[in-house]
């Protein structure tokens, strides 16, 4: 071998054993200066994959309390990189969510929030700051403009006589599923868009069918947010979902152009009114800060955050609640019995009757413990290095509270398995809110806005399905109160029930 050559041959030799050198001392000093975190426990998982195996197929938010009695109530899994950590008990959940509430305000990045969001312009999956700030306080004041007068009275007592003409036409046993999508659809749509739409209709039928995908199939969540590589070439679920998403999206821009079209400034006719008008007034500051945070994107997420928001637990709460009722005829008897001696001969309660009506409210309190539509809630990821139960938790870390196990805490719910309105009624029959232990509209800065919506407006459509007809299971049937299966929703099972007009 010729000198030079030998001598090439011995430099990069030396070279590579350099490399190698400084990679290995580069590793070894970033694990010995690492900060090292006291993070909560957790099963042992598998290299790479992590927790993964051991939840596919489970009822995530039941698999939880199964490892609480071994782990404690603070839990970490790992889903192949990604780490999580798990709230299972009221008391550290109120720790870090609303005496922790900033620390514990923010939103994971991740790939599907970010393609779902068109780049994490929304309010629901956005991370904390100024942008989710302005458009939440907008979104909340919107809310309340519509809600106050007598609009949202109107809205409600328009929509559900309709409904119940059409549905009070029908005999014999059958799911009244889809009914319940048209009354709640067209609330939240006469709020949003100021329209209503009739039990035919394609657009209605599609966003209805793409949400029930979505609590069907929703599953462990997506791959291509544990594994990057897939993002290149994402599954054929990710992309169902992306294609659903889409399809909302323009359902909800198609309603924006319009209103632009007919927009008047000095009238607000709905919540998209009262976005275009804060745009409106963000044009005339000429405050590139403040646009940046209202584009038509922004605009648009945030009206589909609030349709979704208002729509979709809603639906799924009454549909619950109705399964109840037929299940449980001496509840459903008391509900009829005190919407009769309230109404009247009127078939909707007035909003300022509420108060009248304590018994319904615990049946739909009763109801959204006992069939947490959300078990898990929307995931929150910490905004610093901050502390739980003792633990350490790293900025960035993802983490969720096991909202199904605080509704079936025996420390907190006597026989947490059983339909029991009563539990919050006093001993003179008057409604009083168990506020700690019963959170499924969340806790703390990132708790649903669409609360304040959502629980007058499901009062009165239990009311006046009560008012209007009796529920009751197939002879012969056994109601089946098991969810279908999801290990992040907790949605029932179709079922059929007999409906009996209880007006002329």
């Given amino acids: 071998m010729p000198a030079t050559l030998a001598w090439i041959y011995s430099a990069v030799f030396e070279y590579r054993i350099t490399l190698m050198l400084v990679l290995a001392v580069t590793v070894m000093v970033y694990f010995m200066t690492r900060k090292r975190y006291k993070f909560p ?10 927790n993964i195996l051991a939840v596919q197929n489970k009822s995530l938010y039941r698999f939880l309390m199964q490892l609480e009695k071994r782990h404690g109530p603070v839990i970490t899994l790992d889903f192949g990189p990604v780490r999580c950590v798990f709230l299972n008990n009221v008391e550290v959940v109120q720790e870090a969510f609303v005496g922790k509430s900033v620390d514990f305000a923010g939103r994971p990045k991740t790939f599907s929030g970010l393609a779902f969001t068109e780049g994490g312009k929304d309010i629901a999956f956005t991370d904390y700051g100024p942008t989710w700030q302005l458009h939440r306080k907008l979104a909340l004041r919107a809310l309340k403009y519509y809600m106050k007068g007598e609009r ?27 009914y319940i999508n048209l009354a709640i659809f067209n609330i939240i749509s006469k709020i949003c ?15 209805c069918k793409g949400l029930d995908t979505f609590s069907a199939e929703a599953g462990n969540g997506f791959l291509e947010d544990v594994f990057p590589p897939l993002r290149l070439y994402p599954t054929a679920k990710f992309r169902k979902f992306l294609n659903i998403q889409n399809s909302l999206m323009d359902f ?16 607000q006719r709905d919540f998209i009114d009262a976005m275009l008008i804060a745009q409106k007034e963000a044009e005339e500051e000429e405050d590139p800060e403040l646009l940046a945070q209202f584009t038509n994107t922004h605009l648009g997420q945030t009206v589909a955050d609030v349709f979704g928001a208002g729509l979709d637990t809603s639906r799924q709460t009454l549909y619950w609640t109705a399964l109840y009722l037929a299940a449980y005829p001496e509840v459903q008897a008391k509900l009829h019995a005190e919407v009769d001696s309230v109404l009247g001969e009127r078939l909707v309660p007035m909003l300022s009757e509420r108060h009248k009506l304590p018994y319904t409210e615990a049946v739909l309190f009763e109801s959204m413990r006992k069939g947490t539509v959300a078990p898990l809630g929307l995931p929150h990821s910490t905004t610093c290095d901050t502390t739980v139960a003792g633990y350490e938790i790293p900025k960035g870390t993802i983490v969720l509270a096991n909202i199904f196990a605080i509704h079936h805490d025996s420390r907190h719910w006597k026989e947490p398995e059983v339909f029991n309105p009563e539990r919050f009624l006093d001993d003179s029959g008057r409604f009083v809110p168990r506020t700690e232990s019963w959170m499924p509209f969340a806790v703390g800065k990132r708790s649903c806005m669409a609360e304040a ?14 008012r209007c007809f009796e529920f009751r299971m197939p002879d012969g049937v056994t109601p089946d109160l098991e969810p279908e299966e999801g290990s992040i929703t907790f949605v029932p099972k179709r079922y059929q029930v007999v409906v009996k007009k209880r007006f002329a």
């Fill in 41 to 50: 426990p957790g099963p042992r998982g598998l290299p790479l994959l992590g």
């Fill in 152 to 178: 949202f009275q109107d809205t409600i007592v328009e929509v559900m006589e309709a409904v119940a003409v059409e549905m009070g036409t029908k005999t014999g046993s059958f799911d009244i599923y889809n």
């Fill in 193 to 207: 868009f100021n329209e209503k739409f009739s039990s035919d209709n394609e657009e209605f039928l599609s966003v």
């Fill in 252 to 267: 909800v821009y198609k309603r924006i152009n319009a209103h632009r079209e007919t927009f008047k400034a000095d009238t």
């Fill in 453 to 466: 919506l959502v629980k007058p407006e499901l009062h009165v459509v239990l009311a006046s399905f009560m």
